[in-house]
């Protein structure tokens, strides 16, 4: 059966993995849209391992001027530290996956793997602390104030935030990103069968 | 007006045609379905535009077909105190003319630009009838980008016929009179009196006009024109009126005889002799306004030549044909090869076919002159004769399927007849008195022969009443079966004389959201809240201000002087869709500005007392729109009090500061 793994198996898993996580440099991570009847189409917020953009170039702006109503920060992608220092990790857990290609070792895909689903879930959870702090840190003296209403998006799914209904869900960069873990656990996997039928 | 006599007749006519007829109950002329065809349900698009000339109103309407919806009016030849078109300080420079400013105009014939003999979409162009001048409209942004004033011509009605490469913008004088022009007894006419044709090219990739000759004709009144196309592109036609050279009471004088003459034009031969120098070179002035692309601001130019060519010394460039009786429209059909003479006066209309006016040049078959210029004999070039079609033929266009339309004002009709065997096919009445008539693509190689509008002079009972003063009514025909179908009558804004359609996916995917901030070189935009600014000159003030969702800044401005002319420069910081913001002042005398996103545009204000004036945005832009506001304090001249502004905070004066932000910022753009 195809699932028996020969020696060089979980260097080609591994491989692809590295390819995988490279493709967090071509999409968007997460896509935010902002649903609403005067915007058809709806507004589009990608977010980006280094930037954010959207369905067009002033998208970011665009929704600036919208949140200030509500006593939002204003988005300035420019100041977020995340989006300079991330893009260096993931340079750096493609090297090490590569070095895991020549080093070819059980341990070594396991930690790699493991590094890679913990850096994963640490972003994620910090793009829901960003998202928190948006949400609730508001300006006291906005023009539009809801009682007991906070503004926050969800991390995954969907929500009415006055106005607007907010989908929010990975995008492909996202999608890269599990699919490096999944493949990343596979090379793991296949060494560790390999070397028991040895 | 053009067809002031005819009207006097009509009632007479129109008991006539009733009381043959036994009247015509108009509700019965709409089908069951008809409604469902112009119908087109919320949110979906209309198949075309059509643009329809405002005539009086001096503007262009856009209106979607079928459903007739009106999308836009496009100032053009008047002031839109609306948008500020015409005030701001941008745009007053559009109305310069040799006059001076001239705020009105009266617009006729609408052209859209053609490439191979069929519509691009890229411009549109309309003449000025009463102070002559043809402007162009951008169909990215529908705004007016230019207008060119033709010299020493009188009543430029016969304008601005457009050739199918977009090569030239034809054009005649309506009144003929003394050119150039001088004091000399009205009834010296026959001698004194001439006419011009004018050729004005038109730049390929910028649309920029420039008037390349103008042809010296006898002082006829030339009334309309079409260019040749496929096998006739090279030459014009134009029908002349008046050929009697009669200056009064011109409805029976001119009225005569029983043909007049319509001129055929070889412009390659003219551009022949242009080229050889044998043109004459005379010193007269017009006007040529364009708007800067960047800045939106027009750059108004006064010209002082123009180049002359004269028939007599120019041969084979020139010829007439007789058409009967006062000639509205000549229109050429799709293959270039049929001219059709709609004689208004004439109980038969004529059509002409183009290879029998070669053969008969060719051949030097003519019927005597005319000031030199052969007369080609009438029944030679003849195709043939459409015999008792309606009355009163106006104007005639096609469906590329080898039919014709024409309409008849005083039969108040529509008629469809065969052009090669000039049988009459179909007739439907009109309410009432149709002028021209609109197929999408029909005036070009390649209608779209699907729906006819046609545009009338006389409305009457067809709507609501609204006092005296009534808008014009239009009726929408389904052609695309043997008989024409009334499928919609709507209301249009004053009065669409010409109008042309195109195809709605040649423009929309075109049109502009909104201009780039990037791309703005206007010298007096802020580009950015923290650099707006006040500034003062002596006496002249500017205020340097921005607009953004839901304030204008500065709001609150002091040390404003009587006396002072203050210049109010608004930049709209938006880069989002259908997000104008407007300014209105106490007190201004002029109007509002409209200031799109991304652009800059300046209003001046003379403030007229001391006080606190209010000023604020007038395009409802947001939830916040009725705060968008502020205050502007003006002294007693002499004061000491200090020029100040600020949002939100102390008013301040760092003008300085703002200068160098302003400084290092165009130095950055400019290194990029």
Known sequence: MALSPNSSTSRWFQLAAVIALAGVFLFPLWQITLEAAQFPGGLQMHIWINKV???????????????????????????????????????????LGLLGIWINKVWYYGFWFLLLATLGALGIYDFYLWLYDYGHNLDPKAPIKVPGMSYMPPLLGEKDLLNFYVKSYPHFGGGALGLAVVLGFASFWAKWKFNKMQ | MKFRSLRMCLPVVLLLMLHACGGTDTNQMMEGDAAQQAYVAPGEYDEYYAFMSGGYSGQITAYGLPSGRL???????????????????????????????????????????????????????????????????????????????????????????????????????????????????????????????????????????????????????????????AISHGWSFLTTYNSEQEHSLLEVNASQKDKDLMAVVNWKKAEEYLEQGKFTERETSYFHNLMDEGSGIVNSTERSTTRILDPKECPDMVYFIPVPKSPHGCDVDPTGEYIVGNGKLSADMSVYSFSKIMQAIEEENFDGEFDGIPIINYEAALHGIVEKPGLGPLHT????????????????????????????????????????????????????????????????????????????????????????????????????????????????????????????????????????????????????????????????????????????????????????????????????????????????????????FAFYCTDFCSAL???????????????????????????????????????????LAHNR
């Open chain 1, 53 to 95: 953009s959207g369905s067009d170039k002033h998208i970011v702006k665009n929704i600036n001027i919208l949140n200030h109503y509500i006593g939002m920060q204003a988005i300035h992608p420019e100041s977020i530290p995340e989006l300079k220092y991330f893009p260096f990790v993931a340079y750096g857990m493609m090297a």
């Open chain 2, 71 to 229: 999308l836009k009016e496009i100032p053009v030849f008047s002031q839109y105190p609306e948008n500020g078109y015409g005030y701001s300080e941008e745009t007053k420079p559009m109305f310069n003319t040799s006059y001076g400013f001239v705020p009105w105009d009266d617009s006729h014939h609408i052209e859209l630009s053609q490439t191979e003999g069929e519509f691009d979409g890229r411009w549109l162009f309309v003449n000025g009838n009463n102070t002559p001048r043809i402007a162009r409209i951008d169909l990215k942004t529908f705004e007016t980008v230019e207008i060119l004033e033709i010299p020493d011509v009188a009543g430029l009605h016969c304008a601005p016929f457009i050739t199918e490469n977009s090569e030239y913008l034809v054009s005649g004088t309506r009144f003929s009179v003394p050119i150039p022009q001088k004091d000399v007894p009205i009834d010296t006419y026959k001698e004194n009196f001439k006419g011009l044709i004018n050729y004005v090219t038109v730049d390929p990739e910028h649309g920029h006009m420039d008037l390349a000759f103008q042809i010296e004709m006898p002082g006829f009144n030339y009334d309309l024109a079409r260019n040749g196309k």
């Open chain 2, 397 to 612: 266009e096609f469906d590329g399927r080898g039919n014709a339309y024409t309409t008849f004002f005083i039969s108040s009709e529509v008629v469809k007849w065969d052009v090669e065997s000039k049988e009459i096919l179909d007739r439907q009445p009109t309410f009432y008195s149709p002028g021209h008539l609109v197929i999408p693509g029909g005036e070009t190689r390649n209608p779209d022969g699907k729906y006819l509008v046609a545009m009338n002079k006389i409305t009457k009972d067809r709507y609501l009443p609204t006092g005296p003063e009534l808008a014009h009514s239009a009726q929408l025909f389904d052609i695309s079966g043997d008989k024409m179908k009334l499928i919609l009558d709507f209301p249009t804004k004053a009065e669409p004389h010409y109008a042309q359609a195109i195809a709605a996916d040649k423009i929309q995917p075109n049109s502009v959201k909104f201009f780039d901030i990037e791309s703005n070189t206007h010298p007096h935009a802020t580009m950015g809240e923290s650099r707006s600014r006040v500034e003062r000159n002596g006496n002249e003030v500017h205020v340097y201000m921005t607009a953004i969702r839901s304030h204008l800044a500065p709001d609150n401005i002091e040390g404003i002087k009587l006396g002072d002319r203050v210049y109010f420069h608004l930049t709209n910081l938006e880069q989002d869709w259908d997000v104008p913001h407007g300014l209105a002042i106490q007190g201004a005398t002029n109007a509002e500005i409209l200031v799109m996103p991304g652009q800059t545009r300046t209003l001046l204000w003379e403030p007229k007392r001391q006080g606190v």
């Open chain 2, 625 to 667: 729109h009725q705060e968008m506001s502020g205050y502007v304090r003006v002294s007693p001249e002499g004061s000491d009090v200090p020029l100040k502004w600020g949002l939100n905070e102390e008013l301040h004066n760092d003008e300085e500061a703002a200068l160098d932000f302003q400084e290092n910022a165009r130095k």
